[in-house]
C-alpha cells in the first residue's frame, strides 16, 4: 500500500442515518484530515471513524432524532458518561474507551473549527485510568539466541528463508526497530558489510531517524540476501516472502513463535518484546535515555522512561535472589 492510500479513510460515513447530511459530510472531512494533515495511518483513521460512528448512533438513539453539526454543542457530561457506562458493559476496556474520547474530541475540535459551537462536556469528563503494565523483555542470552540461524537449523525450511528470519529478528533487537519499520526498508537503504553502519527508518507518522546497525546484524542481512533465490531490487522491499513477494508480519511472528517452543520462552517472546529488550538491555548499559528516545523514535521522553521502571524492577529481583538477607 502506498502512503497515499495509507491515508484515505478505509471508507467514508456518507448516508449513515442517525446524522443529517450536514454532519456527514463534516465527517468525511475530518477523516480525510486525519489521514492527509495530521499523517495518522489508515487503521488509526478508521478506528476513529468507527468510534465517531458507534457513539453518534447512541446519541442519536439516545436523544430520539439523527444528530446534526450542532449536537455536540447540546452535549452534557451525562451523555458521554451513559455512553461509557454502556461500553463497560459490553465488556470494553479502558484503553479502548480512551481511544473513543480521543476520536470524539478531535472530531468536536474539527467542527469548532469550521464555525460551528464548540463543545464543554467533552472535557469535562475524564478519560478511564489505564493501568500501565511493564515491557517483558527477555533476557541478553534468550535475545541473542532468537538472532541465531542455527537455533533452526533442524527445521524442515530452506536455508535462506531461515537466514532471513533471523536477519529481521536480529534487526528488531539490534536497533529497537518495530516490526513494520523493519519491512518497509527498501534493498538500497540497507548497507553492505564495511560500506556503512546506519540506516534511515521511517516510523509512525511518517517520521523519519537515524538508526545505527552493529556489524553482527549487518551480516546476518548480508548472509540472507546472498541466499535469496529472488531478485532483490533496489528500489524493491530488503526482506521478501517465499513466493518473492514483501514479507508479512505475519510470517516473522510466526517465526519467533516456533523459537519460542524451541528455546522455552514465555508467551510474552514476540518480535515486539525484541525492541523492549534492546532498550532494557541499552538501559541496563548506561545508555542515555534521551538518545534511547531518539533510536526508538518515541515522541515523549515518558514513553521511554518506562523502561527505567524495568531495569530497576530487574535490579530488584536480582537482589533478592542474591542476597542473604533478602
Same mark, same amino acid.
Given at each position: 500500500?502506498?502512503?497515499?492510500?495509507?491515508?484515505?479513510?478505509?471508507?467514508?460515513?456518507?448516508?449513515?442515518?442517525?446524522?443529517?447530511?450536514?454532519?456527514?459530510?463534516?465527517?468525511?472531512?475530518?477523516?480525510?484530515?486525519?489521514?492527509?494533515?495530521?499523517?495518522?495511518?489508515?487503521?488509526?483513521?478508521?478506528?476513529?471513524? =468507527?468510534?465517531?460512528?458507534?457513539?453518534?448512533?447512541?446519541?442519536?438513539?439516545?436523544?430520539?432524532?439523527?444528530?446534526?453539526?450542532?449536537?455536540?454543542?447540546? @452535549? @452534557?457530561?451525562?451523555?458521554?458518561?451513559?455512553?461509557?457506562?454502556?461500553?463497560?458493559?459490553?465488556?470494553?476496556?479502558?484503553?479502548?474507551?480512551?481511544?473513543?474520547?480521543?476520536?470524539?474530541?478531535?472530531?468536536?475540535?474539527?467542527?469548532?473549527?469550521?464555525?460551528?459551537?464548540?463543545?464543554?462536556?467533552?472535557?469535562?469528563?475524564?478519560?478511564?485510568?489505564?493501568? =500501565?503494565?511493564?515491557?517483558?523483555?527477555?533476557?541478553?542470552?534468550?535475545?541473542?539466541?532468537?538472532?541465531?540461524?542455527?537455533?533452526?537449523?533442524?527445521?524442515?525450511?530452506?536455508?535462506?528463508?531461515?537466514?532471513?528470519?533471523?536477519?529481521?529478528?536480529?534487526?528488531?533487537?539490534?536497533?529497537?526497530?518495530?516490526?513494520?519499520?523493519?519491512?518497509?526498508?527498501?534493498?538500497?537503504?540497507?548497507?553492505?558489510?564495511?560500506?556503512?553502519?546506519?540506516?534511515?527508518?521511517?516510523?509512525?507518522?511518517?517520521?523519519?531517524?537515524?538508526?545505527?546497525?552493529?556489524?553482527?546484524?549487518?551480516?546476518?542481512?548480508?548472509?540472507?540476501? !546472498?541466499?535469496?533465490?529472488?531478485? @532483490?531490487?533496489?528500489?524493491?522491499?530488503?526482506?521478501?516472502?517465499?513466493?518473492?513477494?514483501?514479507?508479512?508480519?505475519?510470517?516473522?511472528?510466526? !517465526?519467533?513463535?516456533?523459537?519460542?517452543?524451541?528455546?522455552?520462552?514465555?508467551?510474552?517472546?514476540?518480535?515486539?518484546?525484541?525492541?523492549?529488550?534492546?532498550?532494557?538491555?541499552? @538501559?541496563?548499559?548506561?545508555?542515555?535515555?534521551?538518545?534511547?528516545?531518539?533510536?526508538?523514535?518515541?515522541?515523549?521522553?515518558?514513553?521511554?522512561?518506562?523502561?527505567?521502571?524495568?531495569?530497576?524492577?530487574?535490579?530488584?529481583?536480582?537482589?533478592?535472589?542474591?542476597?542473604?538477607?533478602?
Amino acid at each position: 500500500m502506498s502512503r497515499a492510500q495509507a491515508r484515505k479513510p478505509a471508507r467514508g460515513p456518507g448516508g449513515l442515518p442517525f446524522v443529517t447530511p450536514a454532519l456527514g459530510d463534516e465527517i468525511e472531512q475530518w477523516l480525510r484530515q486525519l489521514g492527509a494533515e495530521r499523517r495518522m495511518s489508515a487503521h488509526t483513521v478508521e478506528a476513529y471513524r =468507527r468510534d465517531a460512528c458507534q457513539f453518534l448512533a447512541f446519541l442519536a438513539l439516545h436523544h430520539g432524532g439523527r444528530v446534526g453539526t450542532g449536537g455536540f454543542a447540546r @452535549l @452534557l457530561p451525562a451523555d458521554i458518561r451513559a455512553y461509557m457506562a454502556k461500553r463497560r458493559g459490553e465488556s470494553v476496556g479502558s484503553r479502548s474507551l480512551m481511544r473513543m474520547l480521543a476520536g470524539i474530541r478531535s472530531l468536536a475540535r474539527f467542527l469548532e473549527s469550521q464555525g460551528h459551537a464548540a463543545s464543554a462536556a467533552l472535557s469535562a469528563v475524564r478519560a478511564p485510568k489505564i493501568a =500501565r503494565s511493564l515491557p517483558k523483555p527477555l533476557a541478553v542470552a534468550a535475545a541473542t539466541r532468537v538472532a541465531d540461524p542455527d537455533e533452526r537449523a533442524g527445521e524442515d525450511r530452506d536455508p535462506w528463508i531461515l537466514a532471513r528470519d533471523a536477519a529481521v529478528l536480529a534487526l528488531l533487537y539490534g536497533a529497537g526497530l518495530r516490526i513494520g519499520e523493519a519491512l518497509a526498508i527498501q534493498r538500497k537503504d540497507f548497507p553492505e558489510p564495511g560500506q556503512g553502519d546506519v540506516i534511515v527508518v521511517t516510523g509512525k507518522g511518517d517520521k523519519t531517524r537515524m538508526v545505527p546497525v552493529i556489524a553482527p546484524v549487518v551480516a546476518l542481512v548480508a548472509a540472507y540476501a !546472498a541466499q535469496c533465490p529472488y531478485n @532483490l531490487a533496489p528500489q524493491g522491499p530488503l526482506f521478501v516472502g517465499a513466493k518473492g513477494g514483501p514479507l508479512r508480519a505475519r510470517i516473522v511472528q510466526l !517465526a519467533m513463535a516456533r523459537l519460542r517452543g524451541a528455546l522455552d520462552l514465555p508467551p510474552s517472546a514476540t518480535p515486539h518484546a525484541l525492541r523492549h529488550s534492546f532498550a532494557t538491555h541499552l @538501559l541496563a548499559r548506561g545508555g542515555d535515555l534521551r538518545a534511547i528516545q531518539e533510536l526508538l523514535g518515541h515522541a515523549s521522553l515518558s514513553t521511554t522512561q518506562i523502561y527505567t521502571a524495568v531495569d530497576t524492577a530487574h535490579l530488584l529481583k536480582a537482589y533478592r535472589a542474591a542476597h542473604p538477607r533478602a
